[in-house]
């Protein structure tokens, strides 16, 4: 997977504000092609392991709390350069200091509630991707 995939989650606020046919849509017009994809909803254990890298941090409870609230679209994503090229196609974790165009300028309300997770390097999108997609299910 090195190099060439990455993973992504369509977050509560942008699932329940509409936004997953547009958001889906600009990842497509910017080359990446979709290898797996489901609509599903974390559990708190599940977002308890996923974002267990925060833990200490003083956010991780609100994080865990906002993260299953509702349903959200985990995907891997495939291109080359994927990891690199989706995190510029998302923007700043900040909706405020992201550039204009991208998704979280566009989708995101806040630090915490901003529409996508994106990989951040090429181990973690492999290790994300298998927490939410057995390989069978990705193409």
């Known amino acids: 997977m090195s190099g060439k995939r990455t993973f992504t989650m369509i977050k509560p606020d942008a699932v329940e ?39 200490e941090r003083p956010f991780f409870g609100e994080l865990v709390e906002f993260m299953t609230r509702g349903p959200i679209v985990a995907a891997v994503l495939e291109k080359e350069n994927a990891v690199e090229d989706f995190r510029t196609l998302i923007g700043a ?27 951040d390097s090429d181990e973690n999108a492999e290790i994300e991707a298998a927490f939410h997609f057995a390989g069978r299910e990705q193409f």
Request: net charge positive; no cysteine.
């Open 17 to 55: 504000n509409g936004h997953i046919g547009a958001i889906l849509e600009q990842i497509a017009t910017a080359g990446f092609r979709i290898v797996a994809m489901k609509l599903t909803q974390m559990t708190k254990n599940d977002a308890e392991q996923f974002y267990a890298i925060h833990k």
């Open 93 to 119: 974790t900040n909706p405020a200091e992201a550039a204009e165009g991208t998704i979280r300028k566009k989708y995101a309300t806040s630090i915490g509630e901003n529409a996508v997770h994106g990989s």
